[in-house]
């Protein structure tokens, strides 16, 4: 079974059913001992982008903002066993030029890596359609959206399960913000190193 372990931060790992390891914005927490088939980076903000983190192997893909988003298009990757897709990010703090969000899909699992960002036209225009089973969204409140505004978020995406991350830029997590989250339904708050199956 497809598990997740939540790093803390904006920080998170997959591992799919047959053993393929994806990271996404490797920075906060530990569990970076599993060499990747694919990383993840949202943006260049420091506490995304720490691949030295990880020991990447010969055949590891590294997918950083410009190669999802170079000018104006969002680009989709389907390498078989995983199929990522780049979405829209942005706000005050987060130039939507040079920021991402990420929709993945493996196992037949489809998920939503909002990146760091506050609401944006495709989580209303697109989003719902998807029937998303997880969406990971950042609710500190400082450099993104708070978590009253994540949770109206989470209502328009209408995932099964919603997830707050990026709960406080000054530390792994906060269980107040995370219970300030408060989506209609789905809600699943996770906290440093708790893994799940997916």
């Given at each position: 079974?497809?598990?997740?372990?939540?790093?803390?931060?904006?920080?998170?790992?997959?591992?799919?059913?047959?053993?393929k390891v994806i990271y996404v914005d490797p920075y906060a927490g530990t569990g970076y001992n599993l060499i990747p088939d694919l990383v993840l980076i949202t943006h260049e903000h420091f506490d995304h982008n720490h691949l030295e983190l990880l020991s990447l192997g010969k055949s590891t893909k590294v997918i950083r903002s410009r190669d999802a988003h170079p000018g104006d298009d969002y680009l989709s990757f389907d390498y078989g066993w995983c199929k990522?897709?780049?979405?829209?990010?942005?706000?005050?703090?987060?130039?939507?030029?040079?920021?991402?969000?990420?929709?993945?899909?493996?196992?037949?699992?489809?998920?939503?890596?909002?990146?760091?960002?506050?609401?944006?036209?495709?989580?209303?225009?697109t989003?719902?359609?998807?029937?998303?089973?997880?969406?990971?969204?950042?609710?500190?409140?400082?450099?993104n959206m708070s978590a009253e505004q994540a949770a109206r978020c989470a209502n328009l995406i209408k995932a099964k399960h919603s997830i707050p991350v990026h709960t406080d830029p000054h530390s792994l997590f906060s269980m107040d913000i995370a219970e300030r989250f408060l989506p209609k339904e789905g809600r699943l708050i996770l906290t440093p190193g708790e893994s799940i199956d997916l």
């Open positions: 079974m497809a598990k997740l372990l939540y790093q803390g931060h904006g920080s998170y790992r997959f591992i799919t059913n047959e053993g990522v897709q780049a979405t829209p990010a942005m706000n005050v703090n987060h130039d939507p030029k040079v920021c991402v969000g990420f929709l993945l899909e493996f196992d037949g699992i489809k998920i939503y890596c909002a990146g760091d960002t506050s609401q944006t036209a495709f989580m209303s225009n989003l719902p359609s998807l029937h998303l089973d997880y969406a990971f969204l950042p609710t500190d409140g400082i450099y």
